[in-house]
């Protein structure tokens, strides 16, 4: 709510799409007697909550703005999409005012005489034409303009229009997770459009490169191809730079989109073969001709960079077909240390085991001692099968044998020449951190553990089991963070494996190593992640205690692995019970209560930004049990847990009394009694706060805290993908609650302080990152 970006897709997907057609109903009639605003309809449509713009759409005085159709023409819902065409095409027919460009997406009546108007035509135009094929009227205007243009400017023009089209569709088809139309991309294609085109922002800089320089260069252009070899592709980058590891869409091309579509961005491990041939045409599509021997040995060192890079991104992110793809068409080409550092990053099983056979047939029709192969890449890859077996293998079981072998003489060799030793071996420090990786990812237990014996046997027990335990507790943390990032259960079976290497739930800092390579405000629709939440490094029960999706049974391994190693867990564990009341996780929540000693005020500071009927009582309950516990309820008083938290509770007796010695009350008190479920104590309360308080002040605040409470709801809603409380805003609504008020962030604070600024100063995020221009302020 803090950030005053602009709203754009590329921040997150606010979905309502399962909203109810009631409560949008319900909404928008309320707005009747007021000029409906003129970001509504573009707001509906950035976030695909197509009831909602149908509402809008069928009422009076809706203005329609171009960057409303721009909005509608990337629509991953084909069928929405064109109903809310033919309603805007309804309201835009007798209008003269909109763009060439519109007219053309529209397909909205051709004035009889087009002039031929220069100014007014762009790439984007030219593109257009593909959806008035069927107009003559719109085929005599393209024919004069073609003439006009001249055949070479005009196809330069629709292939601009097609590069930007195209990068468009695919990143916005990943951000919603949807399947590929194919039949648009192959049209894209047909029309000329750049696959390895891609859009430069000033904002985004290059981490080898001057900021200031670079922001001179001026980098807003549109269709920058690969054939430019522009300064940044020149450059020597290491594994860990942007150019191998992009973390936002704005420097990245249709390619590079389609390599990063992994199973996590809803790309089924198995395709289609015209699936499959439409991403092998986009990944390789042939780059611009090239003059003279200097030339065709700088595009040559710049394709062989670029198909580095997308193979990258698609192992990195899982991405199979797009892997296949490219491995097939390697050649002899060395594969970077990007690829093998990407492969280790891959948990998912069975992501894993097909990427893995990928490499393994790749590297089959190569001879090892030619092909530059990291040692620990075949600790991972290489299996181990005893002598007797041997004759029973097949081919490639054999060179799976052959793999394993080579590493262990590699491991071995490093091992005997280490000049660092220790009193009981080997320094564990000089081995490799990928020779641990590799232990813990390999996928056959005979095989890690015949690695791990050498370790142990070379530089001790002790040491090995540290290695192993850092490594597997980042692989673990990384995990978490995916499973919080994409909304779904953790891999039980993947942290299960982990926590056998001795992954802890406690170890914070682990996490920037050379992860995932995506930024979650960047690559996904989390409504609750931005960048700052990312970019700090957290431990595995933080990732539990922000993922609502995680079960009794996970959490309650992981508080019992967290209470045997954190020495501070008490004062850990209070921190991590308020992170998970905040992002209202009351299986998280419920199960760390349990296990503290006390129940302290900061904890129900939580409480009051929830809205969730079901989820906040949950919690309540498991606070109010543990008082019980505790034997301290019959001994609270308003300063234990504040005024409002006595009313929320149905504490009627505690807050009668508070109110008749003289206490005041407050917006956040009115929203408490309301929640309050006890009949008689929300009724004793209200006779006891009428004594004190004139009928108009007690109606100013019953408003105030109505409409605060809508906007919360509301806002719920959104970032967690729910339908709205339709009976809860029609109470609020007749309660006096104004939809219109802007809150500002002031709005939010904390009234009651309490050492817990719960409205500014949070330790994570508490809601959406920037998907409008300053949220904070909207109704």
């Not at 409560?23 to 309809?41: C, F, G, N």
């Not at 763009?99 to 035509?121: C, H, M, N």
């Not at 990143?171 to 294609?189: T, V």
């Amino acid at each position: 709510w803090q950030s005053s970006a602009a709203w754009s897709p590329s921040t997150l997907e606010m979905e309502l799409q399962r909203q109810q057609e009631a409560s949008v109903q319900t909404m928008i009639s309320h707005m009747d007697a007021r000029v409906i605003p003129d970001s509504l309809l573009g707001n509906a449509l950035l976030v695909e909550n197509i009831s909602a713009a149908k509402a809008i759409l069928e009422k009076k005085n809706v203005t329609i703005k171009e960057q409303d159709v721009r909005r509608l023409a990337i629509l991953t819902d084909e069928q929405g999409r064109g109903e809310l065409a033919d309603l805007i095409k309804t309201k835009l027919e007798n209008d003269t005012t909109p763009s060439k460009w519109v007219r053309l997406y529209l397909g909205l009546p051709s004035p009889e005489e087009e002039q031929l108007d220069l100014a007014s035509i762009s790439a984007e135009v030219v593109s257009a034409f593909r959806n008035v094929k069927a107009s003559p009227a719109y085929k005599i205007y393209e024919q004069k303009l073609q003439n006009h243009l001249s055949d070479e400017w005009y196809q330069a023009l629709k292939a601009e229009g097609a590069t930007k089209e195209l990068r468009e569709y695919l990143e916005n088809a990943l951000k919603k997770r949807a399947p590929l139309n194919l039949r648009l991309i192959q049209e894209l294609l047909e029309d000329g459009a750049d696959c390895q085109g891609r859009r430069r922002d000033s904002r985004m800089e290059d981490d080898d490169s001057d900021s200031e320089a670079h922001t001179r260069r001026g980098r807003d252009r549109e269709g920058e191809s690969d054939s430019d070899i522009s300064e940044m592709d020149r450059q020597d980058h290491s594994s860990t730079s942007e150019y191998w590891c992009p973390r936002t869409w704005h420097n990245i091309s249709s390619s590079d989109l389609i390599a990063t579509r992994g199973v996590e961005f809803g790309a089924p491990l198995v395709v289609s073969d015209e699936e499959r041939r439409v991403v092998s045409r986009i990944l390789l599509g042939d780059f611009a001709p090239v003059q003279g021997d200097e030339h065709k040995k700088i595009a040559q060192e710049f394709s062989d960079r670029r198909r580095a890079r997308l193979l990258t991104l698609a192992v990195r992110h899982g991405s199979v077909t797009a892997t296949s793809v490219l491995l097939d068409d390697w050649g002899q080409r060395t594969i970077p240390s990007s690829v093998w550092h990407g492969l280790q990053d891959v948990l998912d099983g069975d992501v894993l085991d097909a990427l893995e056979a990928m490499f393994v047939k790749h590297l089959s029709k190569q001879s090892l001692d030619s092909t530059e192969v990291p040692f620990w890449v075949l600790m991972q890859l290489g299996r181990y099968r005893p002598e007797e077996e041997e004759t029973s293998l097949s081919d490639s079981e054999k060179f799976l044998v052959t793999l394993h072998e080579e590493a262990k003489h590699r491991l071995e060799a490093l091992l005997s020449c280490s000049d660092d030793f220790v009193d009981d071996g080997v320094d564990s420090d000089k081995i490799p951190y990928e020779a641990f990786a590799a232990i813990v990812n390999c996928r056959d237990t005979a095989t890690a553990a015949r690695f791990r014996e050498m370790l142990v046997t070379a530089c001790g027990e002790e040491p090995t089991k540290k290695g192993l335990s850092k490594e597997a507790t980042r692989a673990l943390q990384q995990e978490l963070q995916t499973a919080w990032l994409f909304q779904r259960m953790p891999n039980k079976e993947v942290a299960k494996g982990l926590i056998g290497f001795g992954a802890e739930f406690q170890v914070r800092h682990l996490l920037g190593r050379e992860s995932w390579s995506l930024e979650v405000e960047t690559i996904t629709d989390i409504p609750w992640g931005n960048e700052e939440s990312v970019n700090r490094d957290h431990s595995a029960m933080t990732w539990l205690c922000w993922n609502r999706n995680v079960d009794e049974q996970v959490m309650q391994v992981a508080v019992s692995k967290f209470d045997s190693a954190c020495v501070w867990r008490d004062h850990e564990k209070a921190k991590l019970v308020m992170e998970a009341v905040k992002w209202r996780n009351p299986i998280a929540a419920n199960t760390l209560v349990k296990s503290i000693k006390s129940v302290e005020k900061e904890f129900l500071f939580g409480l009051r930004f929830i809205c969730n009927d079901k989820v906040r009582r949950t919690i309540e309950e498991a606070f109010l049990s543990k008082l019980q516990e505790a034997g301290s309820t019959r001994h609270l008083s308003p300063e234990d847990i504040g005024l409002w938290a006595t009313a929320q509770c149905g504490f009627s007796t505690i807050a009668c009394r508070t109110l008749a010695e003289g206490a005041s009350i407050d917006v956040w008190f009115m929203v408490g009694l309301r929640r309050c479920p006890d009949v008689k104590a929300r009724m004793a309360i209200e006779a006891a706060m009428r004594k004190r308080f004139p009928s108009g002040y007690i109606d100013k605040l019953r408003k105030e805290a109505a409409t605060k409470e809508l906007r919360y709801e509301l806002r719920e809603a959104v970032q967690d993908r729910r339908d709205p409380n339709l009976d809860l805003i029609r109470q609020l609504l007749c309660s006096g609650a104004n939809p219109d008020i802007r809150m500002t962030i002031d709005d939010d604070d904390d009234p009651d302080g309490g050492g817990m600024d719960w409205g500014r100063n949070l330790s994570m995020p508490r809601s959406p990152p920037d998907s409008m221009s300053d949220w904070s302020s909207n109704s």
